[in-house]
């Protein structure tokens, strides 16, 4: 049992990590088509395993990414309470976003031959001789 809890949670540790370096790109594309809020980016969120996040963790990240000029927000009434704030993606926003995807295609891809064990052929391969890293012979 405490292998298996060591395991989860190790898991847990390696999807945040990588859920760190694409929360703010995730949240960007959650506002590509339509303005949100907080709640609504949490529920969408939450939709896909391995992506949930809190209010605690998106205020932050939104606040900054206004400061950045992605986003910008907007207060209005709510039906039922006080009034939102409504986030919506701006132009700069937008372009962050495509360059990203443009970025991760590639990553992924790299990622995902070296997982199934391909590489690059046209890189020689480097070996270590007496203490040096050379070019491999062809």
């Known amino acids: 049992?405490?292998?298996m809890e060591a395991g989860v949670t190790l898991h847990d540790a390696r999807l945040a990590q990588l859920r760190?370096?694409?929360?703010q790109y995730c949240v960007l594309a959650?506002?590509?088509?339509?303005?949100?809020?907080v709640?609504?980016?949490v529920r969408a969120l939450a939709q896909v395993e391995g992506m949930e996040a809190g209010e605690g963790t998106l205020y932050p990240l939104l606040s900054r990414l206004r400061r950045e000029g992605l986003v910008e927000s907007v207060w209005r009434e709510?039906?039922?309470g006080?009034?939102?704030r409504y986030y919506q993606l701006t132009t700069k926003g937008r372009r962050s976003l495509n360059a990203f995807a443009g970025e991760w295609n590639r990553f992924r891809d790299a990622v995902d031959g070296i997982l199934a064990g391909r590489t690059d052929e046209r890189r020689p391969r480097r070996?270590?001789?007496?203490?040096?890293?050379?070019?491999?012979?062809?």
Do not use: C, Q
């Open 82 to 84: 006080p009034p939102r």
């Open 1 to 3: 049992m405490h292998d």
């Open 39 to 41: 709640v609504e980016l």
């Open 20 to 23: 760190r370096g694409t929360l």
């Open 30 to 37: 959650l506002l590509a088509d339509d303005e949100r809020y």
């Open 78 to 80: 709510s039906p039922s």
């Open 127 to 138: 070996t270590r001789r007496a203490g040096l890293s050379v070019a491999a012979e062809p």
